[in-house]
């Protein structure tokens, strides 16, 4: 099983990204798939879920600003982050819970500054 996020960068305070996760080597539309974020010197926290049925739930402080979101066709899942403040800058990684196991992805770095 393998995952590979993308979509990372530099951006300004109020700015949006969209992360992508394309999972391969498992069954996607089965697997339930989280977003993790790690912010320097802080340990590592769950950001968003969204499950096999489409259910998501949130860490408080990203509630109304980041969507989690899911398309089986693409075997992919996607984090569409607006608002974006310094408070959310770090190594955002992808982990699923597949018919598998759990697996990570390799992260990728969302920076916002001005």
């Known amino acids: 099983v393998q995952l590979q996020a993308s979509g990372g960068g530099l951006v300004q305070p109020g700015g949006s990204l969209r992360l992508s996760c394309v999972v391969s080597?498992?069954?996607?539309?089965?697997?339930?798939m989280d977003w993790y974020r790690q912010a320097p010197g802080k340990e590592r926290e769950q950001v968003a879920r969204?499950?096999?049925?489409?259910?998501?739930n949130y860490v408080d402080s990203v509630k109304g600003r980041f969507t989690i979101s899911r398309d089986n066709a693409k075997n992919t899942a996607y984090l569409q982050m607006n608002s974006l403040t310094p408070e959310d800058t770090g190594v955002y990684y992808c982990n699923t819970l597949s018919p598998d196991g759990a697996y990570w992805g390799q992260g990728t770095l969302v920076t916002v500054s001005s």
């Open positions: 969204i499950t096999r049925y489409g259910s998501t």
């Open positions: 080597g498992t069954i996607f539309s089965l697997s339930v």
